[in-house]
Each structure stands twice: as C-alpha cells, then as structure tokens.
C-alpha cells in the first residue's frame, strides 16, 4: 500500500508540475497567437503563480474536514478542465480565468500529496519516498514542455497538446480515486482532529518547525534568484544568448539527480548533515559560477543544480518530525506557501539589486545568503 500510494503521488506531481511549468512554453506562444502585450504576459503568469501560493494553506485546511484523496482528485480534475478549456481561449480574459483555476487546482498537490507520501512511510523511508516524490515533479517539467517542443517542431498546433494535458488530468483524478485507498484519507478520519480546531496547526516543536521554515526561506529565495538571473550573468560573461538560454535546464537536470539523491543520502547521514552539505556545496557552486570563464561556468551547472536543487527533499521529510499527524496537510500547506512566497519576492528583490548593482553583485550575494541556513540548521540537531 505504501508503495501504491507513492507511486500514484508521484504521478500526480508528474501531471501538476508540468502542467505549471508548461506556461513558460506557451506564454510566447499565446502571445503571438493574440497580440498579448508584454504586461499582459506578465499578468497572466503572475495569475497562476498567485492562485497556487494563496490556495495551499487552504487546501491543507479543507482536505482535513473533506479528506485529502478527495480534494487532491478534484483539483485535478479542475486543472485538467482549465487545460482543456485553454485550447479553446479566444483572448485575453478567457486564458487569465482558465490558467487562473489551473492554479487552484494545482495549489492542492503539494500539500496533499506530501501529506499523503508522509503518512504512507511514518518513520523509516519517509525521506527516501519523499526524494523519490520530489523528483516526480521535475520529470513532469522536462517531459511537458520538451513535448510541446517537439509537436511545435513537427507542425502541431499548441492547442491540440494543451487539450491533450487537460484529458490526461481528468483521467488522473478519476485514477487517484479509484486506487488511493480510502484509509489514506485525510486526518478527519483516519487520524481524529484535536480540539484544538481550526486554529490549531498542530506543531510539536515550534522552535525547530520555525527553524526548517526559516532555512526554506534562505533556501527557496536563493534557488529561484538564481534560476531567475543565471542566464544574465552568462551573457554578462560574453556568452552567446542561445546558449546562456540553456543555462536553466542545465541546473534543472542536475536538480532531478539531486532531490532523489539527496533524499536518500539524508535517510543515511541525518538531516544536519545533509543539510549542511548540500547549502556549503550550494554556495562554493554559485560563487565558483561567479569567479569562472562563461564555458566552464556553463559546465558546472548540472553539478550546481544536484544540490542546490537537492535541499529541498531533505527539508520537505523533515516536517513529520515536528507536526501531529492529523495536521500534517495544513502544515505542508504553510511551508510550501512560504516557498512559493520567496519564489515570487526573491527574483523581485534581487532583480532590483541587480539594476543597481550589477547582477555579478546580485549572484555573489545569493552564494553568501546561503550561508546564513547554517546556524539555523544547527538549531534542527538535538532532533536529527
């Protein structure tokens, strides 16, 4: 049953992360098809990305009354609906609404199948399933976008694959009720809610709950900064714009070897050390990315993206030690909020200090903030 339940988990992270991660395909796309202004590209994306940070702490909330099999089944069926009314858009509005409910329905699949994967593996594995769970979603964004790549290639219109995703969701969310067992339902009623009621987020250790957020926060800011401005400072160095573009997928391949990797080594190090190693080993990358030639920095970015990518798997296993488990949905729900929070001001922030700075200085400051996560991580010790 355990593997059962990762397995399907997995897959539904495979669907949801490339259906987000697919608008960067198609943004360009749409916007030629009708005359979209760059402000309104802008508004669109920021749509999406808005709709799953505000509706996970939600999700977590509601799945405990409703159950998480369930919830999880419908925001998939409302994302594969979104998906599949988008490759009927006629405008403007019309894609801002569908791509705004395809957010909605995707906010759920974090914190719920999290939870899910969390409560299938209590003690032993659970960081192993949870890497394995993490990598899941990096495959749906490599493998969404390369295929609507390669149909774009072969003179296949965007809507017929977009049509095609919103079908394989709501195939996926009949799957997730049909062969998730009903005993891994949400906490309402295989795990009694305390009394403590809505308010109540059910952390056992604040102190070191508060830690593993404040390390998402250093952590998540600088993931996503640098994803944002990697290929600004290739050009920067001379490089060609076409390959300064392959700079993200670069950091991205490494990044799917190091959430699995990364979770598997943590069942065997502990979570201090394979934090510490992987933040130490974050900010020697960035920094050797600064100080090296355009090529050689190019080279080094898959073996950057392993660990830099890699943290979050350890980070993710680790809030089942801190939270009861009948609240374990509304505790994912916070911390993955918290990421897609700093997902959105980081690049901002950072952007900002770039303009003014340089974005040479913007990187050397994201190798050095990483750096911050390392008392923090001390705080996590007495537990791991």
Request: hydrophobic fraction near 55%.
């Amino acid at each position: 049953m355990s593997k059962r339940t990762l397995a399907i988990c997995s897959a539904v992270h495979t669907l949801h992360d490339g259906l987000s991660d697919v608008t960067y395909v198609l943004l360009p796309l749409l916007a030629n098809a009708f005359g979209l202004s760059l402000a309104q590209v802008g508004l669109i994306r920021g749509a999406h990305r808005t709709a799953m940070a505000a509706f996970q702490i939600p999700a977590g909330i509601v799945a405990e009354r409703f159950g998480e099999r369930e919830l999880l089944a419908f925001g998939t069926l409302l994302a594969g609906a979104a998906f599949a009314t988008l490759g009927y858009a006629q405008g403007f509005w019309t894609i801002l609404a569908v791509l705004f409910f395809a957010g909605v329905g995707s906010a759920v699949q974090h914190p719920l199948a999290s939870t899910l994967v969390s409560r299938a593996y209590p003690v032993q594995g659970r960081r192993a399933a949870l890497g394995t769970y993490n990598f899941a979603g990096d495959v749906g964004k490599f493998a969404f976008g390369g295929l609507v790549s390669l149909l774009l290639l072969a003179g296949i219109s965007w809507q017929a694959p977009v049509i095609g995703f919103g079908v394989v969701a709501v195939v996926t969310a009949i799957a997730v009720l049909s062969l998730l067992a009903a005993k891994t339902q949400a906490g309402s009623t295989a795990h009694p809610v305390s009394a403590g009621g809505a308010t109540d987020w059910g952390i056992r250790d604040r102190p070191r709950f508060l830690a593993l957020c404040l390390i998402e926060v250093l952590d998540a800011s600088t993931r996503s900064a640098f994803l944002t401005f990697i290929a600004f400072l290739l050009i920067a160095k001379g490089l060609a714009v076409g390959w300064a573009a392959a700079a993200v997928p670069l950091v991205l391949a490494g990044g799917m070897a190091g959430k699995l990797a990364c979770g598997v080594l943590a069942e065997r190090l502990g979570i201090v050390r394979m934090i510490v190693i992987t933040e130490l080993a974050t900010a020697s990358g960035i920094l050797a990315v600064l100080a090296l030639p355009a090529t050689g920095a190019l080279l080094l970015l898959p073996l950057l993206g392993v660990v830099l990518q890699g943290t979050s798997s350890v980070l993710y296993a680790t809030i089942g030690e801190y939270v009861r488990p009948e609240r374990l949905s509304r505790a994912f729900g916070l911390f993955y909020t918290v990421g897609s929070v700093c997902g959105i001001a980081a690049p901002l922030a950072f952007g900002m200090l770039g303009d003014r700075l340089g974005v040479e200085v913007a990187i050397a400051v994201l190798g050095g903030m990483i750096l911050l996560t390392l008392p923090l991580v001390m705080a996590l010790r007495s537990r791991a």
